[in-house]
């Protein structure tokens, strides 16, 4: 291993450029201008976009960062989230316009006007109160995609409970120990959602979590699928209670920097760290991202963003930036293939979807379902499109904007994380020419960089460590109880640099490609590579859809490359044999040279991902290094480690 050895080596090259619409780029709402005007003055920039928001005092000092890295933004101002979100527009007289189309699995429908949703959250507000909760109180929020979610978030907004949703489908266990780490008084759920066609129970699950709990007080239902629940003392049925409220509710302001919600990450080991957002810095950084980034126009514009609101990119892209802005949005509650694989577009066609945001995992199932699917709807009405959650693969990317977008649309890959709140590094669908496979540029107003093992920035083509080197409005402010680790998580690998835990490297423009977090990164004969990069050259391969990689004990190079590949829905059956394995290993040996070239192939039916579409590494190398698998409660769907497994004795080792 040579002295000079780069922190990650640049294999993969890329050509294409995209250039925005014309149409689009003259209509931006954000044009080239405004990164000069945050680089000449950052704070006066934030400042200004805070005013996109209604505040009931001004704030007397933008950014506080006295005691870093805990910071305060919009010292001593005061706002409430919920007005901003919900009675702004109906007092502009927008009331009448739809703020959720509201798509349930079965097909059931209901659409509500933001002065419907200003009724609802006033009832829930005023029931939360009736129930005790006050302001400060922690509420946990375990609902499906049903509009009681939205409602039950900004109604705990309004009076300034502090949420915490758990995702429908983590178990009671990890519900348990959310609302036990928060200490939460009330628990919102339903007697259940529906799921792949059948109704799927969640008070049950509610119930066990309970049982072992101490702080929780009562236990508000939503009935949704009509099943019978068990009735226990602390339970209490939202028809029964909320709709008998008064619809109006006076909200009062608070501070900037009021709790506004905790949310979990799932984080691959130990204890889930509870990431603390606040009130006023918040807001203006999901609002001017989602106005910026997704160049929403709220007279025209219809949105749908598909990730589920127990993800960061649910509360901060679904709840409160489109309602911040006064968005139109549809909200779907079930699965893209119930009860056909052309759902989703379906509803794009249905609603005349103009901006649609999804992850890289959705987009390569698509891709393995093949493109007749989305080709019999009428996607014309799209005009953006949003890709987050993993690095979207160049094949991908181009997948998407040819077959989804018509070759006309933007695709904006967003870089952000449950920890940042809101979209850091992204393209401006009006400004950028994207290039598949980037995530380009911070937004501005962010400060970013790319840095080696001694936090030196690294030349353009070099690559490293993905960090920011200034505060931002929406950023975390701390792990809920645990500043210590708050500090020792994210402020401790490199002086005065928040690290994100991801791998990435600058382009010869100096443009960013994110390379997967560095814990997956392999060492080959002395080089540091990419999962994503050789994942991106096997889907470059026209037969796949889907790949993993990753780096298993070699006795020659320290680490071999063993990929494992999903084959595109016509592919299916040309795939066996040595011959396609063979074709692989020399397809990236080709695209990326003969150092990735890897060790092992295994052709698969499906790959381990977590509920929120990551692709799960770890369990991947328990298979290439033939240990037995690790913990699978985190994966989606626990039957896909058989399914891999099972198909081991087909495993192809060559040269
Ligand atoms: C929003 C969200 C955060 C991690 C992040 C990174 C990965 C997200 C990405 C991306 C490459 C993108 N990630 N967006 N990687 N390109 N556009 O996903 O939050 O669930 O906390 O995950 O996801 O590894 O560090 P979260």
Same mark, same amino acid.
């Given at each position: 291993m040579s002295e000079s050895q780069e922190t990650l080596s640049n294999l993969l090259q890329e050509t294409r450029r995209f250039p925005p619409p014309a149409e689009l780029a003259e209509n931006a709402n954000v044009t080239a201008d405004a990164y000069d005007e945050a680089a000449a003055d950052r704070l006066a920039f934030w400042e200004k976009q805070a005013r996109r928001l209604s505040w009931s005092r001004e704030w007397d000092q933008v950014l506080d960062w006295s005691n870093p890295p805990f910071a305060k933004w919009f010292v001593g101002g005061e706002l409430n989230v919920a007005y901003n979100c919900v009675d702004r527009h109906v007092e502009a007289g927008r009331g009448a316009k739809v703020a959720f189309h509201w798509e349930g699995e079965p097909g059931d429908t209901r659409t509500l006007t933001y002065a419907d949703l200003q009724r609802e959250v006033n009832k829930a507000a005023n029931a939360l109160l009736e129930l005790g909760v006050r302001k400060g109180d922690r509420v946990a929020i375990y609902l499906p995609m049903i509009p009681e979610l939205p409602v039950s978030m900004l109604a705990c907004a309004r009076i300034g409970a502090t949420h915490s949703v758990v995702f429908g489908g983590f178990s009671a266990d990890a519900l348990r120990t959310r609302i036990d780490d928060a200490q939460a008084k009330l628990v919102i759920t339903a007697d259940g959602g529906y799921r792949r066609g059948k109704p799927s129970a969640l008070k /049950?699950?509610?119930?066990?979590?309970?049982?072992?709990?101490?702080?929780?007080?009562?236990?508000?239902?939503?009935? !949704?699928?009509?099943? %019978?629940?068990?009735?226990?003392?602390?339970? =209490?049925?939202?028809?029964?209670?909320?709709?008998? #409220?008064s619809d109006q509710h006076d909200a009062e302001a608070h501070d900037a920097e009021h709790p506004l919600y905790i949310l979990y990450t799932s984080g691959t080991t130990g204890k889930p760290k509870g990431i603390l957002h606040t009130t006023g810095g918040y807001l203006t950084q999901v609002a001017y991202t989602h106005h910026a980034v997704f160049d929403l126009k709220p007279g025209s514009d219809v949105y749908w963003c598909s990730a589920d609101i127990g993800w960061v990119t649910g509360h901060s892209y679904i709840v409160y930036g489109p309602l911040a802005n006064g968005a139109t949005s549809v909200m779907y509650e079930g699965t893209p293939d119930t009860p056909h694989k052309g759902r989703w577009w379906e509803i794009i066609q249905k609603y005349k979807v103009t901006i649609f945001y999804t992850a890289p995992t959705a987009i390569r199932t698509f891709m393995k379902w093949g493109d007749d699917i989305p080709a019999q709807y009428d996607l014309s009405s799209l005009r953006v499109l949003g890709s987050v959650g993993e690095p979207i693969n160049p094949e991908a990317y181009v997948w998407y904007r040819e077959n989804i977008g018509g070759g006309h649309c933007p695709v904006v890959d967003t870089w952000w994380q449950t920890e940042t709140g809101?979209?850091?590094?992204? /393209?401006? /669908?009006?400004?950028?020419?994207?290039?598949?496979?980037?995530?380009?540029?911070?937004?501005?107003?962010?400060?970013?960089?790319?840095? %080696?093992? #001694?936090?030196?920035?690294?030349?353009?083509?070099?690559?490293?460590?993905?960090?920011?080197?200034? /505060?931002?409005?929406?950023?975390?402010?701390?792990?809920?109880?645990?500043?210590?680790?708050?500090?020792?998580?994210?402020?401790?690998?490199?002086?005065?640099?928040?690290?994100?835990?991801?791998?990435?490297?600058?382009?010869?423009?100096?443009?960013?490609?994110?390379?997967?977090?560095?814990?997956?990164?392999?060492?080959?004969?002395?080089?540091?590579?990419?999962?994503?990069?050789v994942e991106s050259a096997l889907v470059s391969h026209p037969k796949v859809a889907e790949a993993a990689v990753v780096g298993a004990t070699d006795?020659?190079?320290?680490?071999?490359?063993?990929?494992?590949?999903?084959?595109?829905?016509?592919?299916?059956?040309?795939?066996?044999?040595?011959?396609?394995?063979?074709?692989?290993?020399?397809? =990236?040996? !080709?695209?990326?040279?003969?150092?990735a070239k890897p060790r092992q192939i295994m052709i698969v039916p499906e790959l381990p991902k977590t509920r929120s579409g990551k692709i799960m590494r770890r369990l991947l190398k328990d298979v290439a290094e033939n240990r037995s698998i690790g913990d699978v409660t985190t994966l989606a769907d626990s039957t896909v480690m058989d399914l891999i497994s099972q198909k081991l004795p087909s495993a192809k080792t060559e040269d």
């Open positions: /049950p699950t509610v119930d066990e979590a309970v049982e072992a709990t101490k702080s929780v007080e009562h236990v508000l239902v939503v009935r !949704r699928t009509g099943e %019978d629940v068990v009735q226990n003392g602390r339970d =209490v049925w939202w028809h029964d209670l909320v709709d008998r #409220q809101a979209v850091m590094i992204s /393209p401006l /669908p009006g400004v950028t020419a994207g290039k598949p496979g980037a995530a380009m540029r911070p937004l501005p107003g962010i400060v970013a960089d790319v840095v %080696d093992d #001694q936090g030196n920035p690294v030349p353009d083509g070099g690559g490293g460590f993905l960090v920011l080197k200034e /505060p931002w409005p929406s950023m975390l402010r701390t792990i809920w109880g645990d500043d210590e680790r708050f500090v020792k998580t994210y402020w401790s690998r490199f002086e005065d640099m928040y690290f994100a835990g991801d791998g990435a490297k600058k382009d010869d423009d100096g443009d960013i490609w994110l390379l997967g977090r560095v814990d997956d990164v392999m060492l080959v004969s002395g080089h540091n590579i990419s999962t994503t990069e006795p020659v190079t320290g680490q071999a490359i063993v990929a494992f590949v999903i084959p595109r829905g016509s592919a299916g059956e040309e795939v066996e044999g040595d011959e396609f394995a063979r074709e692989l290993r020399d397809h =990236v040996a !080709r695209s990326l040279g003969p150092i």
